[in-house]
C-alpha cells in the first residue's frame, strides 16, 4: 500500500464508521490492512477460502462471503480477487470505495521491488 492508500484508508473507516475490518486473510493489502487496523485497536476478522471444501472456486466463495457479511467495501485495486470482490460487493449492491492510489502512482503493484514490470508482471518495454 501506498501513503495515499493509507491516508484514503484512515479517512474511509472515520467516515464510514466502521468498528471492524473484514480481510480475505492474505498477503500484501489484506495483511497490511490488517496491521493498520489492529495499531488502532480496531478488530480485524479474516473470512479465509475454504480450499478443502470449495476447491478451485474458494476464493469467489471466500469473495461472497465476505460481501454477504460487510456493511461497505474499501478496495485497493490491482489484483484479481479484488477486481471480483468489488464485482461481488455492487452486484448486491455494497457501496465500494476504491482507493485510487494505484491509479494515481500507475503502478502494477506496491511492492517496490516489482515497480520495474509492467502490466500482468511483464516486464516494462
Known amino acids: 500500500m501506498t501513503a495515499s492508500d493509507y491516508v484514503f484508508l484512515d479517512n474511509a473507516i472515520s467516515i464510514l464508521g466502521a468498528t471492524t475490518i473484514l480481510t480475505g486473510g492474505a498477503r500484501g493489502v489484506d495483511a ?21 471444501k470449495d476447491g478451485d472456486a474458494a476464493p469467489c466463495r471466500a469473495n461472497a462471503r465476505l460481501a454477504e457479511a460487510a456493511e461497505a467495501v474499501i478496495a485497493f485495486p490491482g489484483a484479481e480477487g479484488t477486481a471480483d ?11 465500494v470505495h476504491e482507493s485510487p492510489g494505484r491509479a494515481v502512482a500507475n503502478l ?8 520495474h514490470l509492467g502490466p500482468g508482471g511483464c516486464p516494462a518495454p
Open 108 to 115: 502494477p503493484t506496491m511492492d517496490a521491488r516489482l515497480r
Open 85 to 95: 470482490m468489488i464485482d461481488q460487493a455492487r452486484h448486491i449492491g455494497l457501496p
Open 32 to 52: 497490511q490492512a490488517a496491521a493498520w487496523a489492529t495499531r488502532r485497536n480496531i478488530p480485524v476478522e479474516a473470512i479465509r477460502p475454504n480450499w478443502k
